[in-house]
């Protein structure tokens, strides 16, 4: 029962890097969200996915980019990385209208960039 | 839009004793409450949640939360905390099954021994 899967676990970067977060659900889950957490400031949306082919900024969306490649994945790309981007990332993934809308986690990728 | 507020950052209780955690949110129209709980290093789990009906909701390892509408209150209790409720706790907030779930900066409890 794997639930949401994400890859790598930790990851260190250059500056000016690239590198994309992987992120995969197995419970058909229409919605799909990634979450930036930092200490102090809770968890931070940076984007969502309301269904398969839909996407939108959340609060934090500079310089990062989402594709939701099919129902069960959901990828998150650094195009060049700064240190502003060490964090810890989260995936989660909700059933979607007409369901119950708590979210699951996944285990997180811890990303430092030097 | 809707916001999270919690308004204690850090929580120490010595162990057995009682615990509330406070949460309120804003929000114009009516709402799904969530509290999750984060043990370090892992994901967010899912303690408790609330959608319709009773305003007492009770959750996993003993945690209850009572959802107050006209204080706009969703504040997490428990009656007898353990070492291993050592944690960092989420309240959250979202309109509907398909919007976004907005998250609170969260409360660290400490159980000390």
């Known amino acids: 029962n794997a639930g949401v899967t994400q890859t790598p676990k930790f990851q260190v970067l250059k500056t000016g890097q690239s590198m994309t977060l992987q992120c995969a659900q197995d419970?058909?889950?229409?919605?799909m969200y990634w979450y930036r957490q930092d200490p102090g400031m809770g968890l931070r949306l940076i984007y969502y996915s309301a269904s398969e082919g839909t996407t939108d900024k959340g609060e934090v969306p500079n310089g990062y980019n989402v594709s939701r490649l099919n129902k069960r994945e959901f990828s998150l790309r650094l195009e060049s990385a700064a240190p502003s981007q060490t964090s810890v990332y989260f995936c989660?993934?909700?059933?979607?209208?007409?369901?119950?809308?708590?979210?699951?986690f996944g285990q997180g990728t811890r990303l430092t960039v030097v | 839009a809707q916001s999270v507020t919690q308004l204690d950052s850090q929580v120490p209780v010595f162990e057995e004793a009682p615990v509330e955690l406070r949460c309120n949110y804003s929000?114009?129209?009516?709402?799904?409450l969530f509290w999750y709980v984060q043990y370090p290093n892992q994901g967010l789990q899912l303690l408790l949640k609330?959608?319709?009906?009773?305003?007492l909701v009770k959750g996993i390892n003993g945690f209850e939360a009572e959802f107050n509408k006209s204080q706009t209150s969703f504040h997490l209790r428990k009656p007898s905390v353990h070492i291993s409720d050592t944690a960092e706790y989420f309240c959250?907030?979202?309109?509907?099954?398909?919007?976004?779930?907005?998250f609170g900066p969260g409360t660290s409890l400490s159980v000390i021994p």
């Open positions: 419970m058909n889950h229409n919605s």
């Open positions: 609330y959608l319709s009906g009773s305003t």
């Open positions: 929000s114009s129209v009516s709402v799904y």
């Open positions: 989660a993934s909700s059933a979607g209208q007409g369901s119950s809308p708590e979210a699951f």
């Open positions: 959250a907030v979202t309109k509907t099954s398909y919007d976004k779930v907005i």
